[in-house]
């Protein structure tokens, strides 16, 4: 069964940094993976989604990267500002899927940029 | 563009009753699903559909039903609630690739119904 984990749970940091959020899946066989962020008291939102042939994708100050081979993705956000506070989370197909159908989800990072 | 609609927001129940969450998509998405979402668990799978009349269980389906019988539409039910199922529902939808390489298809989410059961 495929376990995605986020590390750590919960990170602050001040404005203006530069950040790396984590992602881990334990089985590599996917065919993609995306972020989502989650504000407080609402529902998701696609920010990413990395084909399995692609290794980064670029939005605006974020980038993620997916590193099949070690079962990691990382989403990174630069020149951090307040906006960015909410929950990230990443989701992973079953292997051998590549829509939508039974994502499974990490747990999310909650992060909080400092003013 | 409404994109994906949940009601109620908020419900009450007490133990053993029934209720239905409902959700609408207006973008003519083939895939839907439902997820609970509860803390330090992430967003789990409860049940999901590829088409009209066509669904299928997630992760953790006992104590709710659904049906597909339109593509905009598809409600969840709570049979007999018990407190375990106090949580927070979402509902998704997207389109479903044509194949691994026609392009992304992104997963659009509902508000959320927070659901508190006595």
Redesign the interface.
């Known amino acids: 069964k495929q376990e995605v984990t986020q590390i750590p749970a919960a990170l602050s940091v001040p404005e203006g940094e530069n950040l790396v959020l984590n992602c881990s899946f334990t089985d590599s066989a996917i065919y993609n993976l995306q972020w989502f962020r989650q504000d407080p008291g609402k529902g998701l939102t696609s920010l990413l989604l990395i084909q399995s042939s692609q290794r980064e994708q670029t939005s605006g100050r974020l980038n993620a990267s997916l590193d099949k081979s070690s079962g990691r993705s990382t989403l990174y956000i630069a020149a951090s500002q307040p906006g960015d506070s909410a929950t990230y989370l990443c989701a992973v197909p079953p292997i051998s899927n590549f829509g939508n159908e039974k994502l499974t989800f990490g747990t999310g990072t909650r992060l909080t940029i400092i003013p | 563009n409404a994109g ?1 609609t949940q009601t109620p927001k908020f419900q009450v129940l007490k133990t053993g009753q029934s209720m239905t969450l409902q959700c609408a998509q207006d973008m003519n998405h083939e ?1 839907m ?1 439902w ?1 609970r979402q509860d803390p ?4 789990r ?1 409860i049940h ?1 559909s ?1 088409g009209a009349g066509i669904t299928d269980q ?1 992760e953790v389906p006992n104590g709710y039903n659904v049906s597909r019988s339109t593509t905009e539409d598809f409600p969840l039910r709570l049979l007999s609630a018990a407190p375990s199922q106090t949580s927070v529902y ?1 509902c ?1 939808s ?1 389109n ?2 044509a ?3 026609s392009g ?9 119904s927070r659901l508190t059961v006595l």
Do not use: Q, R
């Open positions: 994906v895939y699903s997820y330090g668990m992430g967003l799978l999901y590829v997630g979402f998704a997207s479903i690739p194949g691994i390489h992304a298809n992104v997963l659009t989410f509902g508000a959320g």
